[in-house]
């Protein structure tokens, strides 16, 4: 998460709660041997300090700031915490922790909103897994029972980050709760939701980010026209996203890197679709963001990529549509409207089949 944070604010924010200091005192334990310091970063407040350890043991003292978040880390353990200002006792080890000695702090919510994002995880799965299980139900009444499943969780998964929000829209809990939320909840509600952040929060480079996002997917969603880009791809040549979309043909267009792993799982399906859809009227253009141009070009030919490729588009489409997170494929009409967003899986062909018969 980045976000440049205002220490003053935290200090005025911290000035008007009790039995809180300026400084966040850090007393931790290393249940590991072997391990002679460890490394303490807030990214926001520019920390990334090396501490000793001395005999399992090891004290740091930070600046508070409850609207942002650190994390303490030594061979592959590692804890977030926020920096309160409260006294935090940190353990290392199997099973890590942060600990604060108030009941209150900002720092105890979030370990107690960790274990109930947990807590639904694991309920939500173990419930998948009874359904499949369940050798009475056909696949009809195993899909309609998960997806029954899946709405329910999603719904109160919602409603808990919302309430998460409005109990705390002065930390930094607010804005993870909303990240969560907004991962499920449609862009108008994410929108609602960024209101009952306080307006500090709402001046942080994380939410600022977030609220363009939901604006662009606002402006690029199921219904609306494309909107069109220009990059300079790896030749350097001048290259249209115009080129390809909106000239009559229905096209997929799937946003990927070489280094996604699911976006790499996709394209097998993709090439599936291509083969069986192309000579009915599809066209299918790969984009690729966030990459550097040969490892894309490499990975495409491993993948027998044999369709039209933006290369080295960056982070130039990703901003325009909102997108934050690959692969994120979409269905373009021929006219250039944007049909369906975000598919995966069997879901691509399921749809393009509504058009292309």
């Known amino acids: 998460m980045k976000r440049i944070l205002s220490i003053a604010a935290a200090g005025a924010f911290l000035a008007g709660c009790a039995q809180v200091s300026d400084v966040t005192k850090i007393s931790g334990t290393v249940n590991a041997e072997a391990i002679d310091e460890v490394n303490v970063v807030i990214p926001e407040m520019s920390i990334d300090t090396l501490v000793p350890v001395v005999d399992g043991k090891f004290y740091v003292e930070v600046p508070a700031n409850p609207m942002t978040i650190g994390g303490i880390a030594a061979a592959n353990y590692r804890v977030r915490f926020i920096p309160d200002g409260t006294a935090l006792d940190v353990v290392l080890g199997e099973v890590s922790k942060a600990v604060s000695g108030n009941s209150k702090s900002v720092q105890n919510r979030f370990t107690a909103y960790q274990e109930k994002v947990e807590s639904v995880m694991n309920d939500f799965n173990t419930e998948a897994q009874a359904i499949m299980a369940d050798e009475s139900l056909s696949e009809e009444e195993k899909d309609a029972r998960l997806e029954s499943n899946y709405d329910a969780v999603t719904t109160s998964f919602v409603d808990f980050n919302e309430q998460s929000i409005i109990d705390n829209n002065d930390n930094i809990i607010a804005v993870i709760a909303l990240e969560n939320a907004s991962m499920l909840a449609s862009d108008t509600k994410a929108d609602s939701l960024i209101s009952l952040l306080s307006p500090a929060l709402q001046e942080t480079e994380t939410v600022k980010s977030m609220k363009a996002a939901i604006q662009t997917r606002i402006e690029t969603a199921e219904g609306k026209i494309f909107k069109d880009f220009t ?127």
């Open 231 to 357: 990059i300079e791809d790896s030749d350097g040549k001048s290259v249209k996203f115009s080129d390809y979309v909106g000239k009559g043909k229905y096209v997929l267009v799937d946003f990927w890197a070489s280094w996604c792993g699911p976006c790499k799982a996709e394209i097998p399906n993709i090439k599936n679709i291509y083969n069986k859809y192309h000579k009915k009227g599809l066209d299918v253009l790969s984009v690729a963001v966030w990459d550097q141009p040969q490892a894309t070009k490499d990975t495409a030919k491993v993948y027998g990529v044999n369709w039209s490729q933006i290369i080295n588009a960056q982070q130039i489409p990703t901003e325009l549509y909102g997108i934050q997170g690959i692969p994120h494929i979409i269905l373009f009409g021929p006219d250039g409207t944007i049909l369906k967003r975000n598919l995966r899986g069997e879901e691509i062909e399921a749809e393009i089949a509504k058009y292309i018969k």
